[in-house]
């Protein structure tokens, strides 16, 4: 019997076998990297991500919402104008309230307010101007 033909048959299956699997693990060796590149990607959205809200927490979104009260508003224009640092006893003057107690330390109270909101800071104790 003549085993030739059939082993060249063999040779010929044999050959078209291990092309196909070199072709695949190109093929394999190209989607590997692709996927190292995609990950790579991921990683950096990832951490970009991160940053982002790290930095938004960080950043005022606007201002605050005021008290609801009409004074604070009139309170607030008044620093629009003003030149310097002011004092509660200033503000009542400038809103022509009576220099009473009551109207001066209520005034300071919505000073002492609208800084802890970061809206006003107090320059020196008592002295306040708006925040820059």
Known sequence: MNLQPLLDALGIQEDAARGLADDLRGQIAELQNRLREAETHLEHLAITRKTVTALADRLSTGPPDLPEHLDYPRILSVFND???????????????????????????????????????????????????
Do not use: H, W, Y
């Open 82 to 132: 003003a030149t310097g640092p002011l004092r509660a006893r200033d503000i009542c003057e400038a809103l022509d309230l009576e220099l009473l107690p009551k109207n001066i330390e209520g005034t300071r109270a919505k000073l002492k307010r609208l800084v802890k909101l970061d809206i006003l800071t107090e320059a020196d104790v008592g002295s306040f101007t708006r925040k820059q």
